[in-house]
C-alpha cells in the first residue's frame, strides 16, 4: 500500500497507519490483509474500488481485510471489531471485510467497522459475515451504580457521519444472539445513512439517539435511498433508555427506503417480522419521527421455508413513562404498502393510526379494520 503524501510504500495496513501523519492518505491495493486494524488519527484509507458501491457489480479486485488465522476465536455475541476507528476525520472507502464461522460456531471479528468518533466517512465497502454488527457507530456510555441511569460521554452525540453505499450482507444467519445481527447500527448518533443495502441479516437499520441533556445538535438524521433485507427487523428506532439522562437529540427522516423480507437462519423456522419498531420514552419531546415514501413489501413471505407468526409493518412500543400527543410526532406520507399489512399501538401514546392509513399512504386492496385489544394494543389491519 502506497502512503501518497509521504511516498511510502508498506506491506500491512496497520504499518501504514501507524507511521502515517494527520490527514495522510493511504491507497490499499487489492489483495488480502490478515490482520486487526485500530485507526486513532484523522486518516483517509482508500481501498481499489473507492468510489463504487460496495453492491455493484463493476467492483474490481477487492482490498480483503480478515481476522489473522491464528487469532482467538469468540462467540458470536462477544464484540471484537475488525476494524476500529477511535479518531475524528477518517474515511473508509472501498473495502472488503469479512470472516467466517468455524465449525464451533466461533469468530475471528463479530464486528466488521466500528467508530467511537463523529466527522466519519464509511463508504463504498463491502461488509460480510459479520454476525453482531456489520457497520457500528456509537459514543461509550458513562455508567452508574444503576445501569439503566447512564449518558452517553460528557461531549454528547457524535454527530457529521456518513455511511453511505455500502453493502452488508449475513450479519446474524445462525441467530445464536437473538437481540443483534445488526446492519447498520448508530448509538449516540446522529447520521445520513444512504445508499446502503442490507441484505439476509436479522435487523437492518438500528437507531438510538440519546445524547447529553445540555447538549445542542445541530442537525437532523436522515435514513435515505436504501435497500434493507432482513428476517426479523427492517428498522429499530428507540431512544435508547428509560432514565431521564437520556435526552433525544434529533428528529429523523425515514425516505425512499425499501423494506422486505429474506430467508431465516436454518436453526430457526419461525418468529416475527416487524418492519418498523418505534420505542419511544417520556423524554422523547418536541421530536419527530417522519416516514416518507417509503415502500414496505412482505408479498414474498411464501416464498421461504421460514415461518413467520406475525406480520407487523408499525409497531409501536413505550418505555417507561407517560406521553401525551404532543410528545412525538409521527408523520407518515406517501409510504407504499404491500402484502400482508399490520400496523400496532402498544404504547398507549395517543396515536390516530387512522393518519397512517388511505388516503396519506397506499395501501393493496383489501379488508381494513382497526382493533383495540386489552385498552393497549390498537390494531389497523390491511389484509389482501
Known amino acids: 500500500m502506497h502512503n501518497l503524501d509521504k511516498d511510502e510504500w508498506y506491506d500491512e495496513i496497520q504499518q501504514a497507519i501507524d507511521v502515517a501523519e494527520d490527514n495522510n492518505t493511504l491507497l490499499v491495493y487489492p489483495g488480502t490483509y490478515e490482520e486487526f486494524v485500530t485507526i486513532d488519527k484523522p486518516l483517509i484509507l482508500l481501498g481499489p474500488n473507492a468510489g463504487i458501491p460496495g453492491c455493484n457489480n463493476n467492483r474490481g479486485d477487492e482490498a480483503v481485510i480478515k481476522p489473522p488465522a491464528d487469532a482467538d476465536r469468540v462467540e458470536p455475541n462477544v464484540t471484537r471489531f475488525l ?7 477518517v474515511v473508509i472507502d472501498g473495502f472488503m471485510m469479512t470472516d467466517e464461522e468455524d465449525e464451533n460456531g466461533k469468530f475471528g471479528a463479530t464486528v466488521g467497522i466500528n467508530s467511537k468518533e463523529g466527522d466519519f466517512q464509511c463508504l463504498n465497502n463491502y461488509v460480510k459475515s459479520m454476525p453482531f454488527y456489520g457497520i457500528n457507530v456509537a459514543r461509550p456510555a458513562k455508567a452508574t451504580t444503576d445501569w439503566y441511569d447512564k449518558t452517553v460521554a460528557d461531549d454528547g452525540a457524535i454527530e457529521e457521519v456518513l455511511i453511505q453505499g455500502n453493502c452488508i450482507e449475513e450479519t446474524a444467519l445462525v441467530d445464536a444472539v437473538p437481540t443483534w445481527g445488526y446492519g447498520i447500527s448508530l448509538s449516540g448518533t446522529i447520521a445520513d445513512v444512504v445508499e446502503n443495502k442490507i441484505k439476509d441479516s436479522r435487523v437492518g437499520i438500528h437507531i438510538q439517539p440519546y445524547n447529553q441533556p445540555d447538549v445542542e445538535i445541530t442537525k437532523d438524521g436522515l435514513v435515505k435511498d436504501n435497500v434493507v433485507e432482513t428476517y426479523r427487523i427492517g428498522v429499530f428506532h428507540h431512544t435508547g433508555g428509560v432514565s431521564g439522562h437520556y435526552a433525544v437529540s434529533a428528529n429523523w427522516l425515514f425516505e425512499g427506503n425499501t423494506f422486505t423480507l429474506c430467508e431465516g437462519p436454518l436453526n430457526v423456522t419461525t418468529g416475527s417480522y416487524w ?21 414496505f413489501d412482505t408479498t414474498n413471505k411464501d416464498d421461504f421455508t421460514f415461518n413467520w407468526d ?8 413505550n418505555d417507561i413513562g407517560t406521553h401525551t400527543a404532543n410528545d412525538i410526532n409521527f408523520i407518515y406520507i406517501d409510504n407504499t404498502f404491500t402484502g400482508m399489512v399490520t400496523i400496532m399501538n402498544r404504547s398507549g401514546l395517543e396515536i390516530d393510526l387512522t393518519e397512517v392509513g388511505d388516503p396519506n399512504n397506499n395501501f393493496p386492496d383489501g379488508d381494513t379494520e382497526i382493533v383495540t385489544i386489552d385498552d393497549t394494543d390498537d390494531v389497523l389491519r390491511y389484509v389482501e
Open 83 to 89: 476494524v476500529a476507528v477511535s479518531a475524528e476525520g
Open 275 to 295: 418492519g418498523v419498531i418505534t420505542w419511544t420514552s417520556k423524554f422523547y419531546h418536541d421530536k419527530s419521527i417522519e416516514f416518507v415514501n417509503n415502500t
Open 310 to 317: 406475525e406480520i407487523i409493518v408499525f409497531l409501536y412500543r
